[in-house]
């Protein structure tokens, strides 16, 4: 048998047996549905990239008031958007170094306060312009700008000046920092022709893929770009659909309408994992789930109320129940030991429900219902979670009230917008740039509202300090300082939990993000 099944899988490999085929004539010598899948993965995998055929993802994250504006996503469909269409400068990898995308590579002064970035020539955007340093340069200067609203924002903060000259674009930065090349490669930083000054929604980019459809909420299609200045994508063609509902979603994938999702629910991954025409990939990495307190706003500018409700929830019950262990438990900073610098030294806040009520009492609150926000959408099992919170908290004379949003607009009129919610982030490859983004007093997406002198001060000398052991305790007291001062709540870490057709071939564990990190449409290809 083993002898046949060799024979096939090399046929297989030759392009000669199509995945029935060999399903089949495995079944009739006994094997089992799951090792056969596997077999012919593997055989598949060997006979390298093949090309053609439209590949559909499933994903969650997507509302009618979507924009293709880089600068302005926050949910998952959007990012996806980003990747067909965009590139940025360079890529974090997935072993965590630095991938040259349209930068064919990138130079630091002794002093890394200047960073270089040489660009790749000939680059051809989807209108026919050919990319230059002008390009670079506006892009740049519209995330900078306060009017933009973007999301790399906060990242941008420490730039001095930019400049454009020939082939090179360079930057030259208020302290030095490390890890400059980290936040160049954030997501929203998709290099358009002159910057997206004057149409930055118009999906105009240098990716793989050109728009065909817009249908914000609905649908996104794309086709393959003749002239992409690459060789890693397969695909003619990419269609995202949204589809919020965790179910339809599942069923989606199930029935072939998609060939990906993302978003599994924890509660079906081992279930759906016994699918003979599927395979669950689960990834641990530095996203985690939130409730997040505006602490500039009644009754969460009382440090003691928040104390109350960070002591009242239930970190391992969530990881347990709502997780189905895909994860770990998280200790209210966005930090964990999938960063470099982490400091595992610091204390683990425990649930505690003496210290909860006592907090409480102390912080004087006249016991009207706290309002805590969620949407199914906020993140697998984000309604669930919820009631959990509240039960427990109620045994510490908490008065929390769930209040359950539509999915469409959550992104757009809850986060960020409402002063308690649940939501999500994916984590960022470094500590300066995920503290930047979201904790930097000026930071657009500072979702907490937390501005704290002490907390900039400390981030910024920490982006000059080279030393990485010095680096590591700036880290660690920044971590202490919003794990006590700050208004998130963040009782867990979850692994990225994506499901895929095995139609398709080439995939990589990435801890970056879901699928891939976003670049299943560039390496993946059709079996």
Request: glycine share 10%.
């Amino acid at each position: 048998m083993n002898e046949q099944l060799e024979h096939m899988a090399g046929r297989v490999t030759a392009g000669k047996m199509t995945r029935r085929e060999f399903m089949g004539k495995a079944a009739a010598l006994g094997v089992s549905a799951a090792v056969a899948s596997s077999i012919f993965a593997q055989a598949a995998q060997a006979a390298g990239p093949k090309k053609g055929g439209v590949v559909k993802i499933g994903s969650v994250g997507g509302e009618s008031t979507n924009s293709l504006d880089p600068a302005t996503y926050a949910s998952q469909v959007p990012y996806h958007n980003g990747r067909q269409f965009g590139d940025t400068l360079v890529e974090v990898a997935a072993d965590g170094s630095i991938e040259h995308r349209l930068a064919e590579s990138v130079e630091a002064s002794a002093d890394a306060k200047t960073w270089t970035f040489k660009l790749r020539q000939g680059v051809e955007f989807h209108n026919g312009k050919t990319m230059t340093s002008e390009d670079v340069l506006k892009t740049m200067q519209r995330h900078s700008n306060e009017d933009s609203k973007s999301g790399a924002l906060g990242i941008m903060k420490g730039i001095e000046s930019m400049k454009a000259d020939g082939e090179y674009f360079s930057v030259t930065l208020t302290d030095a920092n490390a890890d400059l090349p980290y936040l160049m490669a954030d997501y929203h930083l998709i290099i358009q022709p002159d910057g997206g000054m004057d149409d930055p929604g118009a999906g105009i980019g240098t990716g793989p893929y050109q728009v065909e459809v817009n249908e914000p909420g609905v649908r996104h299609a794309y086709k393959k770009f003749a002239n992409y200045w690459g060789d890693d994508a397969h695909f003619d063609g990419v269609e995202v659909l949204v589809i919020n509902d965790a179910t339809a979603r599942t069923a989606a994938l199930q029935s072939g309408q998609v060939h990906m999702i993302n978003r599994v629910e924890p509660k079906v991954a081992g279930l759906l994992s016994r699918a003979p025409n599927l395979t669950v990939q689960s990834t641990p990495g530095r996203g985690h789930y939130v409730f997040i307190m505006h602490v500039d706003k009644a009754p969460f500018d009382n440090k003691d109320l928040r104390l109350a409700l960070k002591y009242a929830i239930n970190r391992e019950e969530m990881v347990e129940k709502i997780l189905r262990g895909y994860g770990s438990v998280g200790n209210d900073m966005p930090i964990n030991a999938a960063y470099p610098l982490f400091d595992s030294s610091i204390p683990q806040r425990e649930f505690d429900l003496e210290k909860a009520a006592e907090h409480y009492k102390k912080s004087g609150h006249d016991g009207s219902p706290i309002i805590l926000r969620t949407a199914d959408g906020a993140f697998p099992g984000a309604v669930d979670a919820a009631a959990l919170f509240q039960q427990t908290a109620a045994q510490a004379g908490i008065p929390l009230e769930i209040k359950r949003e539509p999915n469409d607009g959550y992104w757009s009129e809850v986060w960020n917008v409402q002063p308690f919610c649940a939501s999500y982030w994916g984590g960022r490859p470094v500590q300066d740039q995920m503290y930047a983004t979201a904790y930097l007093s000026t930071a657009d997406w500072n979702d907490t509202k937390f501005k704290n002198a002490d907390f900039d001060a400390m981030l910024m000398a920490a982006r000059s300090e080279l030393d990485p052991a010095k680096r590591k305790e700036i880290y660690s007291k920044m971590g202490m300082l919003l794990r006590d001062e700050g208004g998130l709540i963040c009782p867990m870490f979850n692994d990225f939990v994506d499901a895929v057709s095995n139609t398709l071939s080439g995939w990589e564990t990435d801890p970056n993000g879901e699928l891939m990190n976003g670049q299943v449409t560039r390496k993946l290809w059709f079996s």
